[in-house]
């Protein structure tokens, strides 16, 4: 016992969570013979008998068993892949190391910061030409909304995999920008350009553009924002976006 004692302590001194040896074993083999002893005889109805039961288990020499009920749902079925194993923070001793190992928690992720864009192409997209709104109230709908992404992406998390998120994501919110989000769903809503022009002015994929940009619509509409589309066809080129900002600005000094 004073050598699988020693060897619990290095362990956690190791920060470990788990380790298998020989010593170790020898533990296992007393514990479990133990409470075999201590719920012989009795009948496993419920997982309160049988919790109580390990509980109940000691030894004159001071063994103490502490036990409770695991109310936590887990998958079943799960089959990680090799390339996760391969992955695991673990250290394999030299004798039998498929048993003998120590597992270690595991680092903290890294958050992946948001992409910046090319600030010369979010302040053309941001003309007022084509936000229909001074800049100033753009930046009011960005502040609007700010608080609310971490909401959304948990959200979506939750109806992906059907449970809430246990830690934070080590992608944040996503990897654009929250303004060039709101600029998106304003553009896309005011309909002053094809989704494949804005994606190309910003250097983003299409798909990815246009989840971002529905998810601050969806938050817009959630604080009752209406965005009105504009008439006309919607601009295919970087000259068409150019010349309803240059028409707009004639009717405007026209005044």
Request: include cysteine.
């Amino acid at each position: 016992m004073r050598v699988a004692r020693r060897v619990r302590e290095e362990a956690r001194r190791n920060g470990s969570i788990e380790r298998r040896d020989r010593a170790s074993g020898l533990l296992h083999h007393r514990l479990f013979s133990r409470i075999t002893c201590a719920w012989r005889g009795i009948p496993l109805t419920s997982h309160e008998v049988a919790v109580k039961a390990i509980a109940s288990a000691h030894t004159r020499t001071g063994l103490v068993v502490r036990a409770e009920l695991d109310t936590h749902r887990y998958p079943t079925g799960q089959n990680p892949a090799p390339w996760q194993v391969a992955a695991l923070p673990l250290s394999r001793g030299a004798f039998h190391g498929d048993w003998n190992y120590t597992l270690y928690p595991a680092p903290e992720p890294q958050r992946t910061p948001p992409r910046r864009t090319d600030p010369a192409a979010t302040a053309w997209l941001s003309d007022p030409a084509l936000t229909g709104m001074p800049r100033q109230e753009l930046d009011s709908l960005v502040e609007l909304v700010a608080d609310d992404w971490q909401w959304l992406a948990d959200r979506d998390l939750t109806r992906r995999t059907g449970q809430p998120r246990q830690r934070p994501s080590a992608h944040g919110i996503g990897q654009l920008e929250h303004h060039i989000r709101v600029l998106a769903a304003v553009l896309r809503a005011r309909r002053v350009a094809t989704t494949v022009l804005i994606t190309e002015i910003l250097g983003c994929h299409r798909t990815y553009l246009n989840r971002c940009a529905d998810g601050a619509a969806e938050l817009l509409a959630h604080h009752d924002i209406y965005i009105a589309p504009v008439k006309g066809p919607k601009a295919r080129t970087r000259a068409q976006l150019q010349a309803r900002i240059d028409a707009a600005q004639q009717h405007q000094d026209g005044q």
